[in-house]
Structure formats: C-alpha cells, structure tokens
DNA sequence: CAAAAATAGTTATGTAATGTAATTAAATGC
DNA sequence: GCATTTAATTACATTACATAACTATTTTTG
C-alpha cells in the first residue's frame, strides 16, 4: 500500500558538511544583515577587526590570516581606506609591502560593530549551552585543520 | 619596549560564524574536490540525494528542502537530467507541476558518491569523537534554526 | 460560475565571493 | 650580477545566490 510520506533531508542531515553548510548559510544572511548599518560586510569586518586586533600587519599576512587570496583582498582593503577605517602607508623595511593600521574611526567602527555581532550571535547560540560551544568550536577547528589537510595533498 | 608577536586571528576565533566560515570553506573544497569525477557539485549531489530518497518529489518541494530558490533549482535540475541521472515527468494531478525521480544510473551514481562523501567526512571527522559529532550536529541544527528564525522577523 | 489571487516552473539579470593568470617593483639567494 | 622569489595589484572567469517578471495552471472567493 502506498504510504504517502512527507518529502525530508534525512539522508543527507547525516553527513556534518550538510549541517555545516545550512548553518553557515543562516549564520551568513544574520551576520551580513547586523553589519549593514556600520557599511561593513562580513569580510569587511574580519579585515578590519585584524587590523585593530595586530596593527603593523602587512596584506600577505592579513590574506594568510583569512585564507583568502592576496588578489582578492585588495578591494576590500580599498572599501575600508575609501571609508577612512585603515590607512595603507609604505613598510620602512620592505619597500615592496605596506603597513595596514586603523584609524581613529576605524577602532570605534570596529567597537561597535563587534558589539552588534557579539549580540546576533548571542540570540544565534542561545540555545547552546557553553560545554556544548565549546565543543562546537573545538569540533569546527578541527574540522578545518583536517579538511585543509586533505587538499593540499 | 617593541615585542615582536606573531600576527593571529584571536579576536575572530571566539566568534562561532567565523569558525563556522572557516570550516565550511575548507570542507566545501574538499567535498568538491571528491564529487569531481562524478561529474556532480555539492548542490546537484544533494539535489540528487534526495530525489533518489525521496522519489516523486517536486522541484518546489526539493527547492524547499534545500533552502534554495525555485529559480536557482532549474539549472541544476538541467544539469542532472541531461547527465541522465534524473527523469522530469508531468505530474497526473496538477499540471503545473513535475515529478522527479532518479534514472538507475542517477542511482548508481548516488550511491557511489554517497561512498566517496562518507570516505572524506571520515577523513574530515577523524579526530572528532562521536559524542563530540553528536553535539556537532545538534549545535549546528540550532543555530540555523535561530538564524533563520532572527532573519524571518 | 467568473474574476482574483496564489502557485509551479522558468527566464533574465544583478551581485558577491572566490579562483587563476599575468604584471610590476623590490628583495633574496646563489 | 643574475635568477628566483615575494608583495601588491589588475584583469578575468566561475559559481552561488537573490530578485523580479512571465506563462500556464490551480485555487480561492465574492
């Protein structure tokens, strides 16, 4: 007989990449939409919280923080200059590379917008407990370890 | 006086979504990376996926499943049906409507790319216990959830 | 029952993230 | 000193994803 069976994703909840993407997807859409109101976006915002966090950092190393290639960051270092959140000045030993540090207004911006982040993933993480966060984190951290492993094999 | 640190990306480890970037990014590449011979992405595996699980399944309902829009689904179904590994029929009770289901090769296909998944997720998953899976997934579920719930208000 | 609203699949289009290749200038290594 | 490497950049292609609009139906409703 024909049993008529609500269409679901079980087979594919099994595998943690599956989770990993509609979690990261959800995560992704809040985040963005929190950082609007300071002109930041997500990547926007990681560049310039390194930058206040390691002042001094030069865009290689800021690009091998993120993971991210150095082509693709200079547009977003561009955003944070053009909005007088970083200044780009020239390394006095390494006449090739620069010297990223934040503004003034770039600290505050970079203040505030952490604030903001902090309470989306405050009502994101609500209903996980701290032992079950930090499980989470340390979980993803190796997750990623392993999985960079695998491909620069 | 000076004390040369190494730069790090601290600030941004305590976020959970920034964790959760960095581990999707690297699991994405490498799933990608073993669905390559199957001729199959991460979004045309799933879609497949649950076609074969689901047979008789609707574009609009896998869209919702997969938290996509309808009209993104279209290429993907495209994709599918012309490697043959899908069929689009003429639903009997709504005309408007198709019904998808999997060709014997787009069986065949799924469960050798189902294998190849499974092996690189344990590759990915190895230094993760299975409690710590456990919670892992569960974590990961409630946030999206809570994600989405905030984006939806 | 006829008109209005909603739904299914599609097309077109735009944006954003990411990757690759090539260029220029400077530093490093042999 | 010359070849190689490195830093930042530019140009370009690809992919994922969102939005709006269109056609053909179905459903709702007045």
Redesign the interface.
């Known amino acids: 007989m024909e049993v008529e069976t609500e269409?679901?994703?079980?087979?594919?909840?099994g595998?943690?990449?599956?989770?990993?993407?509609?979690?990261?997807?959800?995560?992704?859409?809040?985040?963005t939409?929190a950082l609007e109101r300071f002109d930041l976006k997500?990547i926007t915002y990681?560049a310039l919280?390194?930058i206040?966090?390691?002042p001094g950092?030069r865009p290689s190393?800021?690009a091998e923080?993120?993971?991210l290639e150095r082509s693709n960051l200079v547009g977003f270092l561009d955003q944070l200059e053009k909005s007088g959140l970083i200044r780009r000045s020239a390394s006095r030993v390494d006449r090739r590379a620069q010297v990223l540090t934040a503004t003034d207004a770039g600290r505050e911006v970079c203040r505030k917008a952490t604030e903001a982040?902090?309470r989306?993933?405050e009502?994101?993480?609500?209903?996980?407990t701290q032992a079950?966060?930090s499980?989470?984190?340390?979980?993803?951290?190796?997750?990623?370890t392993?999985?960079?492993r695998?491909?620069e094999e």
Chains 1, 2 share one sequence.
């Open positions: 269409p679901d994703d079980k087979v594919l909840r595998f943690a990449g599956y989770g990993l993407k509609r979690a990261w997807l959800a995560v992704h859409s809040e985040l939409s997500l990681s919280a390194l206040v966090a390691n950092l190393q800021l923080l993120l993971a982040i902090a989306s993933e009502a994101m993480l609500g209903q996980v079950e966060r499980v989470l984190t340390g979980a993803l951290r190796k997750i990623e392993a999985a960079a695998l491909r």
